[in-house]
């Protein structure tokens, strides 16, 4: 058995990231726990379970989201608060015990309810359509949050005092609260109602707190956690995300156990981490993300005798864009990891390109959610452009000037630069999926960006050569932006060169698609089963 735990956490909570369908997604859902768990889900590979150390009332919302729905998993929380439920339940906020004489109020964004002409609570509600959660209040002041479980019942009451949160209460399906975790931290178990329950193949076991308090949340999960890992087997694999939040506590969980550590991105770094590569040194292997993040972990001393494995989250497959068919040709760049100067340079060398190439257009693409990131991004255009003698008005909102539309179309100064804001996976590859070229300046180009463009047959032009790029075959290196025009030129101008880096993309894609992940995720596991050398990917060990 394959044991995946994740690192679905809001912050340093040891909670989930659901929010108010109304509100904007601020991070996408999409890491390298949820492609592996997509990868074994649709695949044979072998059994496996999820791990959640999190509490997480919306959990079934969050794997159909993904589309790993059966996805099997464990919970810790669920044994602590004895949920036995399984399904999804349709709850309606009508169904509950309201006063005889309330009244409901329905803006666009929640429902108040209101009672002798005060609000009495506020129903808040998910991306499905189904009430998460409902805020009470007295004297124009809030006095408790119900959280409801997507499996129909509450699951979580905070109770506030003069409107700061005194404590949290963990409840059965039956109401009867289990835990109760206090502002200050520590968590105090429900003398009347000790207990909490794991499955196992032999049937259901209850096991008595240790304690009657504890210091942290972290203690019980460690408690909870512990008991579960009685059950499994010495011969279990256990495959924990890279994660600050949960690392401390698996390491000393699992110091016996056979271990594989997923690094991805910038979400945990060794720099921000100093006891990151101790403690990765104890896995038996580790799969990083990307080519990058692999050579980083082989300057690491302490971890020369650890198995290291590039595998990317992410597969590619034929997938031809529809640039070809569109009017304008699209130039994606990433922004979130160039510095001011450099982008500024940057506009002030791509301005000199477009008054030589009228059909091309600049989309800057960000992963900030941020309201006001468009506006800013366009606000720093715009002046680059105007201190260097050119409209400012070619960055801009389409439609900003109202007097535009009154002018004829050959008076009218073109939109040049625009922002895209592309936080999850889905409308990032909407987006590639329009661009003629990826212009990717950054010191790390954007691993999904990179994939969907070998996907796609998009040619790249980079700053650094990486396993989704060749020089010359795929993409070209620009380390100077002097050149830049001579680079965009080379596939914007040239159909034939063009046509040849969509011809050696796919080629390139022959080597990351999901069978070959299939492939080197048995050969990481089987290696592991048998205690034999990893020779998969881009890592060796002799």
């Given at each position: 058995?394959?044991y995946?735990?994740?690192a ?7 909670k ?8 904007r997604r601020?991070?996408?859902e999409?890491?390298d726990t949820?492609k592996?768990i ?7 590979i072998?059994?496996?379970q ?16 993904q589309?790993?729905f ?31 004489d309330i009244?409901?109020l ?34 124009g ?6 959280i409801y479980?997507d ?28 835990i ?26 209850m ?16 408690e909870?956690?512990?008991a ?22 698996l ?11 997923s690094?991805?991105?910038d ?9 990151l590569?101790?403690i ?6 580790i799969v990083?993300?990307?080519e ?5 972990l082989l ?16 597969d ?7 640039s ?6 699209k130039?994606?760049l ?13 506009v ?9 190439n009228?059909?091309?257009r600049?989309?800057l ?16 255009v ?12 070619w960055?801009?909102k389409?439609n ?6 009154l ?15 592309c936080?999850d996976?889905l ?26 463009c070998?996907s ?14 060749r ?7 620009n380390?100077?932006l ?11 101008e ?33 290696s592991?089963?048998?205690s ?11």
């Open positions: 058995m394959l995946f735990i994740p679905w956490y809001s912050g340093k909570e040891w989930e990231n659901e929010q108010f369908w109304h509100k601020m991070q996408t999409t890491d949820v592996q997509q990868l074994f889900q649709r695949n044979d072998c059994s496996y999820i791990l959640l150390l999190s509490y997480t009332p919306n959990f079934r919302h969050f794997l159909h989201r589309s790993v059966r996805a099997p998993y464990w919970s810790v929380f669920d044994a602590v608060q004895e949920v036995r439920r399984k399904k999804p339940a349709v709850l309606s906020f009508h169904d509950l015990n309201w006063p005889r009244e409901f329905y803006t666009p964004f929640s429902v108040i309810a209101i009672l002798h002409q005060e609000r009495y609570a506020q129903i808040e509600f998910g991306e499905y359509g189904n009430p998460i959660q409902v805020d009470l209040y007295q004297n002041q809030i006095s408790r949050k119900n479980d499996r129909g019942f509450v699951s979580c009451t905070s109770v506030y005092e003069n409107g700061r949160k005194s404590y949290d209460q963990y409840l059965t399906e039956k109401g009867i609260w289990k109760c975790h206090f502002a200050d931290g520590h968590v105090v178990i429900n003398p009347r109602s000790n207990q909490y329950r794991i499955d196992s193949t032999k049937g259901e076991q096991f008595s707190f240790a304690k009657n308090s504890y210091g942290s949340m972290e203690e019980v999960i460690r909870v956690l512990s579960y890992l009685q059950i499994t087997e010495c011969t279990d694999i256990f495959c924990a995300a890279a994660h600050g939040q949960h690392l401390a506590l390491a000393q969980l699992l110091a016996d156990r056979r271990m594989i550590f690094v991805f991105g979400r945990l770094s060794l720099a921000d981490y100093p006891d590569a101790q990765l040194s104890h896995g038996n292997c990083t993300d990307s990058e993040n692999h050579e980083l300057r690491e001393s302490c971890l020369k005798n650890t198995a290291k494995v590039n595998i990317p989250p992410y590619t497959r034929v997938d031809p864009g529809i070809q068919q569109l009017p304008v040709q130039i994606l990433p922004v979130d990891q160039l510095a001011a100067e450099t982008l500024n340079e940057t002030r060398y791509l301005a000199i390109y477009l008054q030589e009228q059909n091309a600049v989309h693409f960000t992963r900030n959610a941020a309201f006001n990131r468009e506006d800013t991004l366009l606000k720093q715009s002046e680059t452009l105007s201190r260097n003698g050119w409209p400012p008005e960055a801009r389409e900003q000037n109202k007097f535009e539309n002018l004829d179309e050959g008076d009218q100064i073109p939109i040049l630069f625009v922002v895209e804001q936080v996976e409308s990032a590859n909407k987006c590639v999926r329009e661009q003629r070229v990826l212009l990717d300046l950054a010191d790390t180009p954007d691993l999904f960006l990179q994939i969907s070998v796609m047959g998009i040619p790249q032009i980079l700053k650094t050569v990486t396993q989704y790029m020089p010359g075959k795929n993409g070209r290196i380390q100077e002097s050149v830049l025009g001579e680079d965009l030129q080379y596939y914007l040239s159909l034939s060169n063009w046509n040849r880096a969509m011809i050696q993309s796919f080629e390139l894609g022959k080597t990351h698609t999901a069978q070959h992940l299939i492939e080197q995720w048995k050969e990481v596991i089987v592991i089963e048998n034999t050398d990893i020779a998969v990917g881009n890592g060796r060990l002799q």
